[in-house]
């Protein structure tokens, strides 16, 4: 499947293929998106360059991005967007929107930071498991 195909199927969630804390988040959305709406690609993949550079984003961003059609959404807001597409009672994680963004991306900017010495850091980018490997890019 191709990037534009892919993109053009539902959004696209760009993550860090060698942080453990991001590889878990991913590995709690594909269960609670059983219809296989969210589709994955790490940052550092030929896919994920591309979605960052059809979007004039740079190509060492260090967030996590949600593309969905034309709009993109990163750090925080990235969070919140894919909470609101799992549904009740992830979106409930919308009422986040109530805090000023800089506060929130605050917060991602030092969880994002620490993360390697946290949560730990992968040798290659996390490969799929059969059942959804069709949902990464």
Not at 5 to 29: E, I, K, M, Q, Y
Not at 109 to 132: H, K, L, T
Request: glycine share 6%.
């Amino acid at each position: 499947m191709s990037e534009s195909s892919a993109s053009a199927d539902g959004p696209v969630l760009l993550f860090d293929g060698v942080c453990n804390l991001c590889t878990g988040a991913v590995r709690f959305v594909v269960p609670r998106d059983p219809d296989g709406r969210i589709r994955f690609a790490p940052l550092q993949s030929a896919a994920g360059r591309a979605l960052l550079a059809r979007h004039d984003l740079p190509d060492d961003l260090d967030s996590v991005v949600l593309v969905e059609g034309d709009r993109v959404y990163t750090k925080s807001a990235a969070a919140i967007r894919v909470a609101e597409l799992l549904g009740w009672p992830y979106r409930a994680a919308a009422v986040a929107r109530l805090l000023p963004r800089r506060l929130r991306d605050a917060a991602y900017d030092v969880i994002a930071a620490n993360r390697y010495d946290w949560f730990g850091r992968r040798e290659q980018c996390m490969v799929p498991s059969e059942d959804v490997s069709d949902r990464f890019l």
